[in-house]
């Protein structure tokens, strides 16, 4: 045997650089079920159970195509539970030339797999990652010099770059972006689609009882798995989302309402991430369907804003700034996340369902997690080292490379403007306009303090009180302060005084 290459469980794509010159006949695959991997975060049941599946269909996959692939199950007898072991024992037992791997998706692992081939003295050979349209050196440099980082220049870049909905050189409908169309509030009555769901197949569900009974103390539901677990699983999902949801996605993106935990998103993120679907092929999938007619250009755009803006955007912060990005924090904020984060068991409606869908699902859409679990915890001052523990722990689609600096800088503002140009904060208002869980909620969005009160209503003012030395000077809030300083003395004090008492019951 001449190569050992690894495929780790966010790798699962056929083109993935450590196979391209691979040889079925010479080299062997490495795949491992790891406790570590499993456990270095509480991930959600779901999350693991759909990881380990794609593994798995992935390793047969690869057999099918003539490649002996070690495989080993978490359970094995003598699985040592890391990379580190598992491809120590696989050195021993197969001898191989050299290591090839496609560099991980994460600062922790990488720092690891540069010390193998010292540790293990055979040759190691790191890739880089080609499944992203801009790499890290190509970030480093359209951040090199710039005071600000802003995704939209960085976007506009990638569309010319990728040459999604440009012709002759301009954006297709002579602007780059639409997102002024892309606020409505969502009706009940409204035709919802689902996601496709699966029904687990062998492979799943030999998955699914080991999960059971390795990982009964983690987070989250494990009954009624649903997510796919193969490429072509994954396609489908896709050609179900470009066929129900992708006309509504924009109008609709930053929509709430009760007991419908997708209304027009994708619920494609976690296909993606473990590299089941290729981010160039769905907006290019995206793009025929604007010109096909079947959708709109503010859904269209905004869609693939999302993957080719958002995604790489958010990837390059995360090379570019770690390792000292995970430590920012900066509103020094300490508070300890409540537990019902883990639980649900909230009287707030808003939480009690993003929650909810959270633990059963492993999933909620962006504005959920932005500016209802994220915009609660900046509120009240959690630490921010702590939310990003949680946020990598129960959604399905959540790496670090993706989850801590849409954590840390787009949600919690830890990073002090890096990512934002201001933090999502909001008082109960937006939730109210934005969705339907007000009406049921034991508080209530109209009134401004006291025991019945939204409590996010005085939460806000409270963060923006204590956080005005910080703040105060940031252009954009200059309207709010403005409005906080006209208050009377005994209005902000009832403020304060509210906030105070929610916070001290907490
Ligand atoms: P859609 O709304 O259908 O969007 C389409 C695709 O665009 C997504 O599948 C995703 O690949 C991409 N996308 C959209 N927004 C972002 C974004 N801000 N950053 C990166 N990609 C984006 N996304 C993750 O993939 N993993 C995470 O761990 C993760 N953690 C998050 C934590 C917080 C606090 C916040 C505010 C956002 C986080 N996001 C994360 C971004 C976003 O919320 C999810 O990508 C999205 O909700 C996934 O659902 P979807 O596939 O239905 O997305
Ligand atoms: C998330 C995850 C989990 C839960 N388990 C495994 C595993 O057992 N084996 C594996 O190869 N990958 C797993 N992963 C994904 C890895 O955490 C991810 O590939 C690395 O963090 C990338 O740096
Ligand atoms: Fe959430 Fe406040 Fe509305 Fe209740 S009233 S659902 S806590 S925003």
Redesign the pocket.
Known sequence: MRNLILIMGDQLSPNISSLKDADPERDHILMVEVMEEATYAKHHKKKIAFIFSAMRHFAEELRETGFTVRYVKLDAPKNTGSFNGELGRAIKDLSPEKIIVTEPSEYRVLSDVLTWEDRYSVPIDVREDTRFIANKDEFANWAAGRKALRMEYFYREMRRKTNLLIEDGKPVGGKWNYDSENRKPADNDMFMPS?LSFEPDEITRNVLSLVDKQFSDHFGDLDDFWFGATRQDAEKALNH?IETALEN?GAY?DAMLIGQK?L???????Y??VGLLD?ID?CRRAQEAYYEGKAPLNSVEG?IR??IG??E???GIYWLKMPDYEKSNFFDATRALPNFYWTGATDMRCMAEAIGQTKSDA????I???MV??NFALLIGANPHE?HEW??AV?A????W??????IG???FADGGLLGSKP?ISSGNYIAKMSNYCGSCKYNVKEKTGENACPFNALYWHFLDRNSDKLRSNPRLGPVYRTWDRMSDEKRKDYIKSANKFLNQL
């Not at 027009?264 to 976690?270: A, D, T």
């Not at 999933?363 to 962006?366: I, N």
């Open positions: 996601p989302f996605f993106q997708y027009y998103h994708s619920v494609l993120s976690l993606l991430n981010p769905i869609f999302q993957i958002w995604r955007y958010i990837r999933y909620a859409h962006h959920q997690r932005l679990t994220g939310i946020y990598l959604y689609d959540a790496f670090e993706v989850e801590m600096p849409n954590t787009m949600s919690q999502y």
